[in-house]
């Protein structure tokens, strides 16, 4: 499996992305995008959408444009779509819940097998929660000192309004499927829906 060792700090600072939003605390020191002075085409600003997607999710290109197709033959908006099939990853779904600082380590929590959904025990970090799931950390890995001391690091993070989540039990409900209006990061899916489209 190809795996991104990109330095997560400087792709964030290129995206002009938060680094907070891939599950860091650890601020950047210079604004994001502010050395991009030349002007940007319209190809570039599509590409760029994209990228930060990709780089946000650990989605690589073949899966990504999988993900589109599947995006754009569904109703309703194709980006909007898009971000849903993104959030309802698991991996996603696991950092969302606090269970992973990071989404990447989330994706190897998953691999791992440290989740249950509806009692089921999953590896797959692309499985796709439906509204209804529960989502559930593994008795076994509760007792764990990794959980107990991500637990205390992720403890004041946002819970989306998708998910019903219980800290002490270390599961989750999935109420109904995410919107674009419960990201915490700004993104203009219809620029990536123009590229895909050329």
């Known amino acids: 499996m190809a795996v991104s ?27 994001p995008g502010a050395n991009s002075r030349k002007k940007v085409s319209e190809y570039g600003m599509q590409l760029k959408e994209k990228q930060k997607l990709k780089f946000i999710y650990g989605v690589l290109e073949k899966q990504f444009y999988h993900l589109f197709e599947i995006a754009s033959k569904m109703e309703g908006k194709a980006g909007d779509n898009l971000i849903t099939l993104l959030e309802s990853r698991l991996d996603n779904v696991a950092f969302r819940m606090g269970c992973a600082l990071t989404r990447r380590e989330a994706r190897q929590l998953v691999s791992h097998g440290h989740f249950n959904v509806n009692g089921q025990r999953v590896d797959i970090p692309s499985y796709r929660v439906k509204p209804g799931d529960v989502i559930t950390l593994r008795e076994a890995s509760k007792s764990s000192a990794k959980f107990k001391e991500i637990a205390e690091q992720t403890n004041g993070r946002l819970v989306p309004a998708w998910l019903e989540v219980n800290k002490d039990a270390a599961e989750a409900k999935v109420t109904r499927l995410p919107a674009v209006e419960d990201l915490d990061y700004e993104v203009e899916s219809h620029l990536i829906v123009e590229l895909y489209s050329k």
């Open 5 to 31: 060792k990109e330095p997560i700090l400087k792709r964030c600072r290129a995206l002009g992305i938060s680094p907070v939003v891939m599950g860091i605390s650890k601020e950047s020191n210079r604004n």
